[in-house]
């Protein structure tokens, strides 16, 4: 069992910057793979980013890509987003989640993850 918290949302202005921290207990974040989502009002839940156990392998969403870097440090059980260039349509809740399938890598699927936090407002004004 893990219970993660999010920190670190808020406002911003278009082209500002943000970085959100997801905070692990119980069994330790290293255990798992850990993947940032989203969820903008109306749409369906998407996948952000995501990192592997060892930290090697990271992928992200096209649209994020180049902007977002996710990154983790194990001994403080704490896995980042470092959000750059922010863009209006990056508005939504950012939840950080643990892969509980095991498999090697990170995976970009929600059905993957089986311990969520409860999610983190990051809203982007133009």
């Known amino acids: 069992q893990v219970h993660l918290v999010e920190s670190g949302g808020g406002l911003v202005q278009a082209g500002g910057s943000l970085r959100l921290s997801c905070a692990a207990s119980?069994?330790?974040?290293?255990?798992?793979?850990m993947g940032w989502f989203r969820q903008a009002p109306g749409k369906e839940r998407e996948f952000v980013a995501s990192i592997s156990r060892s930290g090697v392998s990271r992928n992200y969403a096209a649209s994020v890509k180049g902007r977002f870097t996710i990154s983790r440090d194990d001994a403080k059980n704490t896995v980042y987003l470092q959000m750059d260039s922010l863009k209006p349509e990056d508005t939504a809740v950012y939840y950080c989640?643990?892969?509980?399938?095991?498999?090697?890598?990170?995976?970009?699927?929600?059905?993957?993850?089986?311990?969520w936090g409860q999610g983190t407002q990051v809203t982007v004004s133009s």
């Open positions: 119980g069994r330790t974040a290293g255990s798992y793979a």
């Open positions: 989640a643990a892969q509980t399938l095991p498999r090697p890598g990170a995976s970009s699927g929600d059905n993957e993850y089986g311990y």
